[in-house]
């Protein structure tokens, strides 16, 4: 969608998403390290949009928090193989 023109920002909520036992989305088993790369890309287009730092920073916040989880689990999982 992002290649059909900028996106307009509403500051409400537009949708609820409800995830059902048998949903689709559910079923999709992301590894760890695929979840950080995924939570790294979010990242990196926040901080390359035109939001303002204020909003950049409320966003990043949580995201930061979800990747510093995950990067510490991988680090920990990576120590118990003897990877590290």
């Given at each position: 969608m992002s290649l059909l023109g900028e996106?307009?920002?509403?500051?409400?909520?537009?949708?609820?998403k409800f995830y059902?036992?048998?949903s689709l989305s559910r079923t999709?088993?992301?590894t760890p390290r695929q979840y950080y790369e995924v939570?790294?890309?979010c990242?990196?287009?926040l901080w390359n949009s035109?939001?303002?730092?204020?909003?950049?920073l409320a966003i990043?916040?949580?995201?930061t928090q979800s990747l510093a989880n995950v990067n510490a689990r991988l680090r920990q999982e990576a120590a118990i193989a003897g990877l590290t």
């Open positions: 996106f307009a920002r509403v500051p409400e909520t537009l949708c609820h059902k036992p048998g999709w088993a992301y939570c790294a890309s990242m990196r287009e035109a939001l303002t730092s204020d909003e950049k990043a916040t949580p995201l």
